[in-house]
T-cell receptor, first 115, second 116 residues
Framework: AQKVTQAQTEISVVEKEDVTLDCVYE???????LFWYKQPPSGELVFLIR??????QNEISGRYSWNFQKSTSSFNFTITASQVVDSAVYFC????????????FGTGTRLTIIP | GAGVSQTPSNKVTEKGKYVELRCDPI?????LYWYRQSLGQGPEFLIY????????DSGLPNDRFFAVRPEGSVSTLKIQRTERGDSAVYLC??????????????FGPGTRLTVL
């Protein structure tokens, strides 16, 4: 069985601060995919990143960066210089390493950026 | 091009009634998924279609829930004898045909179902 844990239910930071969202996963598969999605107040899930378990390199995209550590089964997400528009619920998710596999989501972290 | 669309955006019904929720996937996407998101939770998988057939329906909670995709495009999620616990946002996603290559799931805006 697969499981994703996002222990941080809610986080509030002041604008321009850096913030890290934690994600810990469990799977018996040796290969898998990890994801982060953003769900703004409008409700639609927005894809942010997919990472194959083969690739443990960290990734940076603008103000966003992701730290994948297979040894601790973690896939953390950092927003640098946060902005009010970053306020949303963020979900970490996991799927098996086959095409068209279902996603297993965590419970999400509600991030509020205070102006 | 157009994204995944879902209708209605909101549905209020009474306990015991039957409801249908519709999903229009992105044109050309052969894979279609239904998820359910309860308040304060992450989306939970319900069912996955590849073409017209249900490839994985392991997430359907009980036999009151049923989904169809008769022509391999539009899908309808059907809930019989609705219960208050069925209240949630029902999300649909679609992706290109898979195989060994992962194809991104694109999500619709969801249908908010409220059972009174």
């Amino acid at each position: 069985a697969q499981k994703v844990t996002q222990a941080q239910t809610e986080i509030s930071v002041v604008e321009k601060e850096d913030v890290t969202l934690d994600c810990v996963y469990e799977t018996r598969d040796t290969t898998y995919y990890l994801f982060w999605y953003k769900q703004p107040p409008s409700g639609e899930l927005v894809f942010l990143i997919r990472r194959n378990s083969f690739d443990e390199q960290n990734e940076i995209s603008g103000r966003y960066s992701w730290n994948f550590q297979k040894s601790t089964s973690s896939f953390n997400f950092t927003i640098t210089a946060s902005q009010v528009v970053d306020s949303a619920v963020y979900f970490c998710a996991l799927s098996r390493n086959f095409g068209n596999e279902k996603l297993t989501f965590g419970t999400g972290t509600r991030l509020t950026i205070i102006p | 091009g157009a994204g995944v669309s879902q209708t209605p955006s909101n549905k209020v019904t009474e306990k015991g009634k039957y409801v249908e929720l519709r999903c229009d996937p992105i044109s050309g996407h052969t894979a279609l998924y239904w998820y359910r998101q309860s308040l304060g939770q992450g989306p939970e998988f319900l069912i996955y279609f590849q073409g017209t057939g249900a490839a994985d329906d392991s997430g359907l909670p009980n036999d009151r829930f049923f989904a169809v995709r008769p022509e391999g495009s539009v899908s309808t999620l059907k809930i019989q004898r609705t219960e208050r616990g069925d209240s949630a946002v029902y999300l649909c996603a679609s992706s290109l045909r898979g195989g060994q290559v992962y194809n991104e799931q694109f999500f619709g805006p969801g249908t908010r179902l409220t059972v009174l």
